[in-house]
T-cell receptor
Framework: DTEVTQTPKHLVMGMTNKKSLKCEQH?????MYWYKQKAKKPPELMFV???????INESVPSRFSPECPNSSLLNLHLHALQPEDSALYLC?????????????????FGPGTRLTVL | AQKVTQAQTEISVVEKEDVTLDCVYE???????LFWYKQPPSGELVFLIR??????QNEISGRYSWNFQKSTSSFNFTITASQVVDSAVYFC????????????FGTGTRLTIIP
């Protein structure tokens, strides 16, 4: 199983709503990532979890709150978002975050959640 | 600091033509990894290849081939006999070996194959 799944596929929310994005992988990967991608731009890293601990927060506003309940699951809790937060949110996983000649750290991406904030 | 440059913003070719996507990178690290990803209109980023900096052997996979030239800091991607299904945005990316968990993406090249 080389798949990363994300739910929901599409989400429309108002600025006062609270919602969550979910990501799941069963490849035994120990690193998981959240990216934000605006139209015609490359993905921008938001958060990295390594062995279920937050290792990178790229100065993301607190209205985005990540959670890693276990090694297979990654959530992104959304609260009081702004219209400019509308984007494609991508989850990814990799075997690890570190390098080394025997370490394969290619990231495998899910299909994304297309978020629209009204 | 790391940087990936994909100078070609958009490319259009007629089906069955060959096409090369350019990628130039900058890094101070002596060991690093290079990647190519494909993003079709559906949105999912599809992993295509990883190349280690210490392995300069070129690679061919079906209609796809990659040319890694450390001397010019380039990692170019060629599609032979292009097909409509190859239409997508292609991203080149770079990752350092140690102490840096970030994947640095280029700005992407939008490839359109005209039937």
């Amino acid at each position: 199983d080389t798949e990363v799944t994300q739910t929901p596929k599409h989400l429309v929310m108002g600025m006062t709503n609270k919602k969550s994005l979910k990501c799941e992988q069963h490849m035994g990967h120990r690193a998981m990532y959240w990216y934000k991608q605006k139209a015609k731009k490359p993905p921008e890293l938001m958060f990295v979890y390594s062995y279920e601990k937050l290792s990178i927060n790229e100065s993301v506003p607190s209205r985005f709150s990540p959670e890693c309940p276990n090694s297979s699951l990654l959530n992104l809790h959304l609260h009081a978002l702004q219209p400019e937060d509308s984007a494609l949110y991508l989850c990814a996983s990799s075997r690890s975050t570190s390098g080394g000649s025997r370490s394969y750290n290619e990231q495998f991406f899910g299909p994304g959640t297309r978020l629209t904030v009204l | 600091a790391q940087k990936v440059t994909q100078a070609q913003t958009e490319i259009s070719v007629v089906e069955k033509e060959d096409v090369t996507l350019d990628c130039v990178y900058e890094t101070r690290d002596t060991t690093y990894y290079l990647f190519w990803y494909k993003q079709p209109p559906s949105g999912e980023l599809v992993f295509l290849i990883r190349r280690n900096s210490f392995d300069e052997q070129n690679e061919i996979s079906g209609r796809y081939s990659w040319n890694f030239q450390k001397s010019t800091s380039s990692f170019n991607f060629t599609i032979t006999a292009s097909q409509v299904v190859d239409s997508a945005v292609y991203f080149c990316a770079l990752k350092a070996n140690f102490g840096n968990e970030k994947l640095t993406f280029g700005t992407g090249t939008r490839l359109t194959i005209i039937p």
